[in-house]
């Protein structure tokens, strides 16, 4: 079976992307949807994030999601000792999700493909793109942030222009009624891809 990475920078639209191929009948498995569930119910992941941020890192039996991003965000190598405990597990789910689907090929969509340098994992990978100002107010409105708070989640990823040679396939995400046309051509462009596989 195929496998297609679907990634994008924060506000980019790529879950806007992702529902889209739903919506065509490919398979999509959200990672950052996936993760968050694995936090609380993957004893490797609970034991690990614990060691690394302490007894406050969980209230209740839930991940107290705010202290961990009040962390992460101003601190690289602590983020990415945490992406070290957490991508294993979803990488492993993943798989075993992937192994139950009968489509001709399966989406990953993923936010960080290229920053931790896993490409390879992917047969194809699609990077979802728009304009910086229109990422800050997407995320502004949906996620009620400050702007600085999502400066600083930006500052964690590649800039665009360094993922885009790395990519097999681009959208840019300005205008829905051009994405959804630019999904459905890219669609027919990895079914004809799939079928060589």
């Given at each position: 079976?195929?496998?297609?990475?679907?990634?994008?920078?924060?506000?980019?639209?790529?879950?806007?992307?992702?529902?889209?191929?739903?919506?065509?009948?490919?398979?999509?498995?959200?990672?950052?949807?996936?993760a968050k569930l694995l936090?609380?119910?993957?004893?490797?992941?609970?034991?690990?994030?614990?060691?690394?941020?302490?007894?406050?890192?969980?209230?209740?039996?839930?991940?107290?999601?705010?202290?961990?991003?009040?962390?992460?965000?101003?601190?690289?190598?602590?983020?990415?000792?945490?992406?070290?405990?957490?991508?294993?597990?979803?990488?492993?789910?993943?798989?075993?999700?992937?192994?139950?689907?009968?489509?001709?090929?399966?989406?990953?969509?993923?936010?960080?493909?290229?920053?931790?340098?896993?490409?390879?994992?992917?047969?194809?990978?699609?990077?979802?793109?728009?304009?910086?100002?229109?990422?800050?107010?997407?995320?502004?409105?949906?996620?009620?942030?400050?702007?600085?708070?999502?400066?600083?989640?930006?500052?964690?990823?590649?800039?665009?222009?360094?993922?885009?040679?790395?990519?097999h396939f681009c959208i840019?995400?300005?205008?829905?009624?051009?994405?959804?046309?630019?999904?459905?051509?890219?669609?027919?462009?990895?079914?004809?891809?799939?079928?060589?596989?």
């Amino acid at each position: 079976m195929m496998i297609v990475g679907l990634t994008g920078g924060i506000g980019s639209g790529k879950s806007t992307v992702a529902k889209m191929f739903e919506k065509l009948g490919v398979p999509v498995y959200d990672s950052d949807h996936e993760a968050k569930l694995l936090m609380v119910t993957s004893l490797t992941i609970k034991d690990g994030v614990t060691r690394l941020f302490g007894e406050d890192a969980y209230t209740e039996g839930e991940i107290n999601r705010k202290y961990i991003a009040s962390k992460v965000f101003k601190d690289k190598e602590l983020l990415k000792q945490l992406n070290a405990i957490v991508h294993p597990v979803v990488r492993e789910h993943f798989l075993q999700w992937t192994a139950q689907q009968s489509a001709p090929y399966v989406i990953q969509e993923t936010a960080l493909i290229f920053e931790n340098n896993a490409q390879d994992k992917y047969d194809f990978t699609i990077l979802v793109t728009a304009p910086e100002e229109a990422r800050i107010k997407r995320v502004m409105t949906r996620d009620s942030m400050d702007k600085e708070a999502i400066l600083d989640r930006m500052k964690n990823q590649m800039q665009d222009a360094d993922k885009i040679p790395l990519a097999h396939f681009c959208i840019e995400n300005v205008d829905l009624k051009t994405t959804k046309r630019k999904v459905k051509q890219l669609h027919t462009k990895l079914l004809a891809l799939a079928a060589k596989f």
